[in-house]
């Protein structure tokens, strides 16, 4: 009987080289390695790293047409070839890695409308802020907000603030009108932009219901805005409520936050309850206590900084989030790493800018890749590590548990796993999203519904774009209403985020290989 043969698969990816430094393009193939002693090779669907030397290459360069896998063996031994042959760089020949893809978007096209994949839901509680940030991603995206508007929300296009008045007897700023309102019965509740205990209740519910009957133990509620704690009413109300298991499913709680207005009350809620706070603070200006882009605002730094040390103190698991746009720009850098070191604070989170086009003509993908890079370095050298969508996307490619919890959905949960619920029942895939999936009074008809297929079955592959990108199995494109907003589609990628997006997780994993050879 003879060995059967394998080959090396198309898909396998290796650090590019000084000469393939065109991240325009689709790079890192075996043919265009230098021949230094060894490199990080990856498969291009399934991450898979792996420290590679100079035979190793040269192996899979030979079996490029198909080899016996005797010869193989006696070429490179027995544990060299199933170790490339487990990380799918070596494969049965004809195979293509490809149809294995295609199987498991077969089965999920069968099982979708079950709600089955579904286990996060993000409560936009409302649709005002006290802060008016240029660049808010909440309310700059024309679709979306047109959308909502269609369906009884009252949500204005660009910087949003919201008037606050003094109730009686209460020192308290409240909210002029809706702050509290109830009234779940009527098809146009909470035209003032705010969610309701009543709403956040029944939608829970749902959910839970619903993630019980599919054998989910598990589900993620997010407090989002808006600025959240201006209905700091209803995520207390949620917290009582539920608290950390409801009917047999585990519930976990984060929000994101300007800080602004976090009180006794609810600190004690969310060190209670272990909700993930995220604080957005965009960059810091030490000589003037600038910390938001565009901000008009009132509250000062040392407001927001008390609340992110308080919440630390208070026992909270608090983190903090960064946006690099074209916006923040000239002030985005090192002092903001600075303080979360000196909070006692291991990461920071950066989002690139959504509106990419605008930002990556204004800011060479070269040039953001560059800067986000150093900012990688610096924040090493004070112990903070820097994530994103761009972190997340190398972590798939370098840690193999990443890869298997996340290849579906990869970095943008809106493709199937998360339900986004504005503050009168609307429901969509994110807030960024544009397209209504329904309501919450047919949770079931949500994921049966045509928009919501549309997102879901952008699993594991983004669009005919990415075929041969070598990071094509790891990498979302970035935020699905990003691209529906800048392309109409999210089958349509933005070339300047493409580049700047391989620029930056070529550096971290040449950053990668540098440690691993370190601590060889």
Known sequence: MSAPVYQSSRYVRTVRTTDDQDFTRFGGRLDAYDGSDSTVAFHALFGNARLVDRDTVELLREAAAGLPLDRLTARAGDATVRSLIEAQYLVEAGHDEAAEIDGLLAARSESLSSGVFHSSIQLVLTNACNFSCQGCFAYNFDGGVEERNHSGESVKPGPVLVQLRTSRGDSAPT????????????????????????????????????????????????????????????????????????????????????????????????????????????????????????????????????????????????????????????????????????????????????????????????????RLLAAVDYGRERGVQLSGYWYQTFQMIADERKWAAQADYKTCPAVGRQLSIEPNGSVFACKATARRLGTIDDWRGVFASPAYRDYGMRAYTNGPGCRGCELQGTCSGGSAGALEEENGSIQVMSPGYCAYMREVVQGLLERHHAQVTAAV
Do not use: C
Request: no cysteine; aromatic share 8%; net charge negative.
């Open 175 to 370: 909210l002029a009108r809706g702050d509290w309102n109830d009234d779940a019965g009527d098809q146009a509740r909470n035209p003032s932009m705010h969610m309701s205990p009543a709403v956040a209740e029944k939608t829970i519910r749902e959910a839970v219901a619903l993630r019980k009957a599919n054998g989910g133990g598990e589900l993620t509620v997010s407090f989002f805005g808006g600025e959240p704690t201006l209905a700091r009413g209803t995520i207390l109300h949620v917290l009582r409520t539920f608290g950390d298991r409801y009917d047999g499913v585990a519930l976990s709680y984060d929000m994101t936050s300007n800080g602004s207005r976090i009180d006794a009350e609810l600190l004690a809620a969310l060190a209670e309850h272990r909700v993930a706070t995220t604080v957005s603070i965009d960059y810091l200006v030490p000589g003037t206590g600038e910390f938001r882009g565009g901000q008009q605002q009132r509250t000062g730094w040392p407001v927001v900084r008390k609340a992110v040390l308080d919440l630390k103190a208070a026992g909270v698991p608090v983190s903090i989030t960064s946006v690099l746009s074209h916006y923040t720009w000239e002030k985005w850098g090192t002092p903001l790493i600075d303080f979360v070191a000196e909070a006692g604070l291991d990461s920071l989170d950066v989002i690139v800018s959504f509106q990419a086009r605008e930002f990556f003509e204004r800011h060479s993908p070269h040039e953001v890749a560059q």
